[in-house]
């Protein structure tokens, strides 16, 4: 009996160990190659076989650390595999990661071994040798900025160069420009378009596709530069890795007369109105400063006089930025306005602005002429104002015929007004209860307005303005009419009639034949257009 127990015992122990190594996990790690070239890359392949674990190298808990890899070789896409046996007690899982690599330098690399619960892989050795293409690559990159010592606030160009000789299926950053400190969020930063060139280096001819950003460092602290890298894929299907860069700026003091000044050149661009204005209406002028300046350098207003000492009218500036593939520029666009209410000519004082040039490190001051207008009264501005002939009135000494008959044909009047009312009355009492209630438009008061704002198409004339000069550009001659316009509604002395300021209104339109005037019944926001069926929109 003890005999027969202690065989099984044994057959029991012996059936485990031939099982234990069955159920035992196995990590392996293998390269699809031993042998590459400094420009090519491999692929890491770790598998874990009868495991209740699942291989992870990213998002939550990762059990496989592939900083491991970093002092040696730049860690490119990583993909997965995993498997799932429901039919096993233990060991059920089968996991994989593949894991692009691209060597850092030339010699014996070596991939070390990684641990997964109880299971080590091995460390394999990389042989790399030198570019075959080394002294002519097919691809390669280049990063820095420009200029090389800028000052405070100046603009600085960040790029990535990517030069190549062969044809490509894409080409991509590995991510975007990073700084510190401050961070690139806190800068005022710029992504600018690519650019295409050919260039030849050593002889040889390439070409370059060109990433670069536009930065305005604030403050003369250090700011280092982060570059990303640039991942390729040729048309024969290599992959290369170009490495990312790092950069240094170290921004110069502004001279303390330069301080709150524009770091960089600008220009003056002046729209005149015409020479002659009419006595009571207002000219406008349109000025434009222009430069690769920092958006916030540039003023809200300008100081304009004109000769007689008065500052014209200004609006708030509107700034506007224009990219190209080597800066950026921002433009500050003023309207000034003055009325002629004094005959005789009105000249607008020079224009003079200061800006800092770090081409030559100096304050440099810029005058633009602005140049003025003739104020005309005319002749029946003149007369309009002349007394007026007193009017002969002739009476009847005792006569009562007058009086009576203006009495007797009053009381007529009134009585048939009164009668008309009630009948009013009557009908709409009756038609009300059938009859939908239609709106009345009231008559306008100010017919100038209505039409510039129909022509607008915006209540707010301003608004409307503002909105056709971002369409067509500046429309010196709609500002002025406009003004004139207010000026005759809302000035202390009329300027002209209201005659010829509709006709110059009119003259205006016709000029102008892409601007179309709604009407009620082509008004999306007319009330009455909600009662019409959809169907007439179409016709």
């Keep these: 009996m003890v005999g027969r127990l202690i065989h099984r015992a044994l057959i029991a122990i012996a059936l485990l160990a031939l099982a234990s190594p069955a159920w035992s996990a196995r990590l392996v790690a293998a390269t699809d190659r031993a042998q590459l070239a400094v420009t090519e890359h491999l692929s890491l392949t770790l598998s874990l076989y009868d495991s209740d674990t699942r291989l992870r190298a990213e998002g939550v808990a990762p059990n496989v650390d592939l900083t491991l890899l970093t002092p040696d070789f730049h860690v490119g896409s990583i993909n997965g595999g995993f498997r799932y046996n ?4 233990r060991g059920r899982a089968s996991s994989e990661l593949i894991v692009e690599l691209f060597p850092r330098r030339q ?4 991939i070390p071994s990684f641990q997964i619960d109880d299971t080590t892989s091995a460390p394999i050795e990389i042989e790399v040798r030198a570019a075959a293409d080394a002294a002519a690559p097919l691809v390669f990159s280049r990063s820095g900025i420009t200029p090389d010592a800028p000052y405070e606030q100046q603009q600085v160009i960040a790029y990535v160069d990517m030069y190549y000789r062969v044809e490509l299926e894409s080409a991509k950053l590995g991510g975007d420009l990073e700084t510190e400190p401050p961070a690139l969020e806190l800068l005022e930063h710029y992504r600018l378009p690519n650019s295409e060139r050919q260039e030849s280096v050593e002889g040889i001819q390439y070409n370059v596709l ?8 604030k403050g003369t602290e250090p700011l280092r530069l982060y570059f990303p890298d640039v991942w390729v894929v040729t048309r024969q299907g290599e992959k290369r890795r170009l490495p990312h860069d790092i950069a240094t700026i170290a921004p110069r003091d502004l001279p303390a007369a330069a301080q709150g000044l524009p770091v960089g050149e600008v220009t003056a661009e002046v729209t005149a109105p015409s020479a002659t204005l009419a006595f009571g209406q207002a000219a406008s002028w349109q000025i434009r400063l222009r430069g690769a300046v920092s958006s ?4 809200q207003r300008l100081a304009i006089a004109t000769s007689a000492g008065a500052a014209p009218f200004q609006d708030q500036a509107e700034i506007t930025r224009q990219d190209s593939p080597t800066e950026v520029q921002h433009s500050a666009t003023y309207t000034a306005t003055v009325v002629g209410a004094t005959a005789g000519p009105i000249d607008l004082a020079p224009l003079r602005f200061r800006f800092f040039n770090p081409r030559t490190g100096t304050v440099e001051q810029r005058e633009q002429a602005l140049g003025g207008v003739n104020v ?4 029946d501005t003149q007369t309009t104002n002349a007394a007026a002939p007193p009017v002969a009135t002739t009476t009847q000494n005792g006569g009562l015929l007058w009086p009576a008959l203006t009495a007797m044909f009053g ?3 009134l009585a048939t007004v009164v009668a008309a009312l009630a009948m009013w009355v009557r009908l709409q009492r009756v038609e009300s209860q059938n009859t939908p209630i239609q709106p009345t438009p009231r008559p306008s008061t100010r017919p100038l307005l209505d039409r510039l704002a129909n022509l607008l198409h915006s209540q707010n004339l301003d608004e409307g303005i503002r909105t056709l000069e971002r369409e067509r550009g500046p429309q010196a001659e709609l500002r002025t009419i406009v003004r004139d316009v207010q000026t005759y509604y809302f000035g202390a002395e009329k300027a002209g009639n209201e005659t010829e300021l ?14 179309q005037t709604r009407t009620n019944g082509s008004d999306a926001w007319d009330p009455r257009n909600a009662l019409e069926p959809r169907s007439r929109a179409k016709h």
């Design 411 to 413: 009381g007529l009047w």
């Design 296 to 299: 916030r350098a540039l003023p």
């Design 210 to 217: 060109r990433s670069a950003w536009a930065l305005f460092p």
């Design 502 to 515: 509709l006709q110059r209104i009119e003259a205006w339109a016709r000029s102008n034949p892409t601007q």
């Design 376 to 379: 005309e009264v005319k002749s």
């Design 86 to 89: 429901a039919f096993r007690n």
């Design 107 to 110: 010699g014996i690399l070596t």
